[in-house]
């Protein structure tokens, strides 16, 4: 079993432009969220998807987007990229009926 | 709303000595509670979680935490440290439910540094 697989591991932007992050959940799991830990900070909730839609939401501007797939993978979109967005971005899954959630390692986006 | 307070951004303690991390929460309603440890370059792994009933959790790698409604803290303890247990420790805190399963509160985090 794989795990919550994330690509890529890192990526350097420049402000203004945009960028797509995978997840592929740990087999088994229909339930993907998204989470943005900045440096020094706790990971802090974007939204999670299920079935196709997105469920929750936090507290994150319109420029945050995503998606989910047919195969329950996921893609992150962040439009007009701020130096703020630099984080890593962790993706974590679990099945819908399920409490546990398992987190992948990250990706690491770098802004410019 | 709910929150968390992590006291103490970094600890340090002596091989061998007890490990003591401590969380307060603040939830409207009866919470689940978590500490999870993240190792270097590496996700978030699972320590231990309270939901309901037995207040004291024992969790993985000899941690444990007691959930204490009057005191509203979740603090996270381990007997003996070990230098394998040197990472960032988040408590965390979500409403009860799989629907509400994936949207957890993390504290800031408490840095755990092992001396030889």
């Known amino acids: 079993d794989a795990g919550v697989t994330q690509s890529p591991t890192h990526l350097i932007k420049t402000r203004g432009q945009q960028v797509t992050l995978r997840c592929s959940p740990k087999s088994g799991h229909d339930t993907v969220s998204w989470y943005q830990q900045a440096l020094g900070q706790g990971p802090q909730f974007i939204f999670q998807?299920?079935?196709?839609?997105?469920?929750q939401r936090g507290n994150f501007p319109d420029r945050f987007s995503g998606h989910q797939f047919p195969n329950y993978s996921s893609e992150l979109n962040v439009n007009a990229l701020l130096l703020g967005d630099s984080a890593l971005y962790l993706c974590?899954?679990?099945?819908?009926?399920?409490?546990?959630?398992?987190f992948g390692s990250g990706t690491q986006l770098s802004v410019l | 709303a709910q929150s968390v307070t992590q006291l103490g951004s970094h600890v340090s303690v002596s091989e061998g000595a007890l490990v003591l991390l401590r969380c307060n929460y603040s939830s409207s309603v009866p919470p689940y509670l978590f500490w999870y440890v993240q190792y270097p370059n590496q996700g978030l792994q699972l320590l231990l979680k309270?939901?309901?009933?037995?207040?004291l959790v024992k969790g993985i790698n000899g941690f444990e935490a007691e959930f204490k409604k009057s005191e509203t803290s979740f603090h996270l303890t381990k007997p003996s440290a070990h230098m394998s247990d040197a990472a960032e420790y988040f408590c965390a805190v979500s409403l009860p439910g799989y629907s509400s399963a994936s949207k957890i509160i993390f504290g800031s985090g408490t840095r755990l540094s092992i001396r030889p």
């Open positions: 309270y939901t309901t009933g037995a207040t």
């Open positions: 998807y299920y079935e196709e839609e997105e469920r």
């Open positions: 974590a899954s679990r099945s819908w009926m399920g409490e546990k959630l398992f």
